[in-house]
């Protein structure tokens, strides 16, 4: 499939990478189907697949809060049809602010790797803040300067 963006052209998009949020991400409850563009790793766009502006930054959390974590409630893993751990993925969406990056760790977005069924949960959580100031990743020891 063929889906134009605003920020990277028109993109070719296989249908089974289409992650589908059957209540849509909050903010932008009509749009409902999604797909992931790798940008820097481990910074991806969840760009709509309905609307060629709309388009998130997003990461994996792990790489940068090594320590987060969190117990997903019954009903999310019922909803999103998970059977095993291992097909959750956990993304959260980046945010500028202060020039600077911000991960939002209080909403984190869950999506059924197996389903691709996705959905964005709100954390009942004092630990997480909605814009946590993103550390610099770690230096890999053979980098080049």
Same mark, same amino acid.
């Given at each position: $499939?063929?889906?134009?963006?605003?920020?990277?052209?028109?993109?070719? !998009?296989?249908?089974?990478?289409? %992650?589908?949020?059957?209540?849509?991400?909050?903010?932008?409850?009509?749009?409902?189907?999604?797909?992931?563009?790798?940008?820097?790793?481990? %910074?991806?766009?969840?760009?709509?697949?309905?609307?060629?502006?709309?388009? &998130?930054?997003?990461?994996?959390?792990?790489?940068?809060?090594?320590?987060?974590? &969190?117990? $997903?409630?019954? +009903?999310? *893993?019922?909803?999103?049809?998970?059977?095993?751990?291992?097909?959750?993925?956990?993304?959260? !969406?980046? %945010?500028?602010? +202060?020039?600077?990056?911000?991960?939002?760790?209080?909403?984190?977005?869950? %999506?059924?790797?197996?389903?691709?069924?996705?959905?964005?949960?709100?954390?009942?959580? *004092?630990?997480?803040?909605?814009?946590?100031?993103?550390?610099?990743?770690?230096? *890999? *020891?053979?980098?080049?300067?």
């Amino acid at each position: $499939m063929k889906i134009n963006t605003t920020r990277f052209g028109e993109v070719e !998009i296989d249908d089974n990478k289409i %992650i589908h949020f059957p209540l849509g991400i909050p903010g932008f409850p009509d749009l409902k189907r999604y797909f992931l563009i790798d940008y820097k790793d481990p %910074i991806k766009w969840l760009h709509a697949v309905d609307d060629p502006d709309t388009a &998130f930054i997003t990461a994996s959390p792990f790489p940068f809060f090594p320590d987060y974590s &969190f117990a $997903m409630k019954d +009903d999310v *893993e019922t909803f999103l049809e998970i059977n095993k751990p291992a097909d959750a993925a956990i993304i959260v !969406i980046l %945010i500028v602010a +202060d020039n600077a990056l911000h991960a939002n760790l209080k909403a984190p977005i869950i %999506i059924n790797s197996s389903t691709l069924k996705g959905v964005q949960i709100l954390l009942d959580d *004092e630990r997480y803040a909605f814009r946590e100031p993103l550390p610099a990743l770690p230096q *890999e *020891e053979n980098s080049t300067k």
